[in-house]
């Protein structure tokens, strides 16, 4: 028994040791760089950070690519406000006529963080007409629209207290489904909605797409990317194996291409990068060739993750990830 104890201990501590002297070489292992020269086109992940976007852009701009493509899963039918903000409906735009409307219905729920649900306040045109608390059940908030003024131009559905608590992994959002003005439905994913971020004063806005290449797409024609040069790709929504179906969908745009395109460079976030680069060369046939670009936020976190708790359950995340990407996919 104590030969056991013992060798356990001794097992433990070397792991430890083994662990941590792998650490920084293991972020890199994850973080893996190997652009292609002379790629013709800059594919990338439609989920990634502005900053990323910005890397993208620049990347786009310094080599010689013929095109970008930005890809993405659909996105669920609700809207997930996930900042503070409005998500603004232009009823204007969205019917033929404007009739005057005697009631609104707002179908919506909430995530709580600290103890508290998402709240909504519901504006029309300029007038509020209340505000309300959610849960994390869909329902119909009801409110009467005021008589005698001028047609409906926009409903405004403001998300008024965003907040999280990491350390419980909380996070507070705010889920829109549709409106129901009388008998006419107008859902969240509409070509007649945007969100409006912060004060809700247009200087920060973005349409709301079916995924998130759309958004993505709108931040790198705002980096000087020309819009005739961006092609997105909305891969059929899953909730689970979404890097590999996005994957797929982009090898299925590739064979319908005339182009001849033969190498490709990924961008992605970091951590990411090993995973979704396996992922990519697994969907895509040759003789197409695929390179990787990680974008690292802060060369010190790639030394130091572990010294942090976020950036620790991060890397242990990917790594699980990646792992389970190598048991599904690589010995298929």
Do not use: C
């Not at 059940?137 to 005698?148: D, E, I, N, P, R």
Request: aromatic residues 12%.
């Amino acid at each position: 028994m104590l030969k056991k104890i013992l060798f356990s201990s001794i097992f433990l501590v070397g792991a430890v040791i083994l662990g941590r002297l792998l650490a920084p070489s293991w972020y890199h292992f994850l973080a893996v760089n190997q652009p292609l020269a002379n790629a013709e086109v800059l594919l990338v992940e439609g989920w990634v950070t502005d900053r990323t976007l910005k890397l993208a852009a620049q990347e786009f701009k310094e080599k010689n690519y013929k095109k970008m493509v930005i890809a993405s899963i659909h996105l669920p039918d609700v809207y997930r406000a996930h900042s503070r903000g409005g998500l603004v409906f232009e009823i204007d735009k969205a019917l033929d006529s404007i009739p005057h409307f005697d009631t609104l219905q707002v179908y919506a729920y909430g995530s709580q963080a600290n103890g508290q649900y998402a709240q909504m306040r519901v504006i029309a045109g300029n007038d509020t007409l209340g505000e309300v608390t959610t849960d994390d059940q869909l329902k119909a908030y009801a409110f009467l629209l005021k008589k005698g003024v001028s047609p409906l131009q926009q409903i405004t559905l403001e998300f008024t207290n965003d907040a999280s608590a990491y350390e419980n992994d909380e996070d507070r959002d705010l889920y829109i489904q549709s409106i129901q003005l009388d008998q006419t439905f107008i859902p969240s994913r509409s070509p007649f909605a945007y969100y409006d971020f912060g004060k809700i004063d247009g200087s920060k806005t973005e349409r709301v797409f079916d995924s998130r290449a759309g958004s993505s797409a709108e931040v790198l024609i705002a980096e000087g990317i020309p819009a005739h040069l961006i092609h997105t790709i909305d891969a059929p929504r899953v909730s689970i194996n979404k890097t590999y179906t996005t994957a797929e969908a982009v090898a299925k745009w590739l064979k319908e291409e005339d182009d001849n395109l033969r190498k490709i460079n990924l961008i992605t976030e970091s951590t990411h990068a090993r995973r979704s680069w396996m992922l990519y060369k697994k969907a895509i046939p040759k003789p197409v060739e695929v390179g990787v670009i990680a974008s690292i936020r802060n060369p010190n976190i790639a030394d130091n993750w572990w010294k942090s708790n976020g950036n620790r359950r991060y890397v242990v995340s990917q790594t699980v990830k990646f792992w389970y990407a190598v048991a599904t996919y690589l010995f298929v």
